[in-house]
């Protein structure tokens, strides 16, 4: 197994191949993406198969609220890169045996984030109906 690189992203350093960011300060530290933001991390894999491999993992950690008890600040909460790196050495070994089960699902959980995410648009469709329908009664008495 080997381990990714993890740095402290710079916006003047070129992109390289197989780099994904973790977010490090504020209520979503831990976070990944796959666009860089100002307080990020740059995670640099070696190839496709450990981008995905750590993508998800971070995913599933930062879902589970892996970071959260790394947290530290008073005002702006962050976590620093040697809090990544260490969950990712702790962590990683055990999950990359069962990758496939692991990613069976990060499957399940990213189709149920989806029909959350379709029924959060109906919700707000519903109530713009409502509103839509109070108001054409009582503008049209």
């Known amino acids: 197994m ?10 003047n350093v070129i992109t390289q191949p197989h780099v994904f960011y973790i977010l490090c300060k504020g209520e979503n530290s831990g976070k990944p993406s796959l666009r860089p933001w100002p307080n990020s991390f740059a995670v640099i894999c070696q190839n496709q198969q450990y981008f995905n491999f750590y993508f998800w993992l971070v995913y599933g ?17 962050f976590i620093n890169v040697d809090d990544v790196r260490d ?5 990683a070994p055990t999950v990359f045996p069962d990758w496939s089960k692991f990613q069976e699902l990060v499957n399940t959980l ?8 379709n ?3 109906q919700i707000i469709a519903s109530e713009n109906l409502q509103l ?4 054409r009664h009582f503008d049209g008495n």
């Open 87 to 91: 969950i990712l050495r702790e962590l």
């Open 110 to 117: 990213d189709k149920i984030e989806k029909l959350k995410s």
């Open 132 to 135: 839509h329908l109070l108001l």
């Open 2 to 11: 080997i381990f990714p690189q993890i740095r402290c992203y710079q916006s």
């Open 61 to 77: 950690l930062f879902k589970a609220g892996k970071f959260k008890v790394r947290l530290r600040g008073s005002v702006i909460p």
């Open 119 to 121: 029924l959060a648009q």
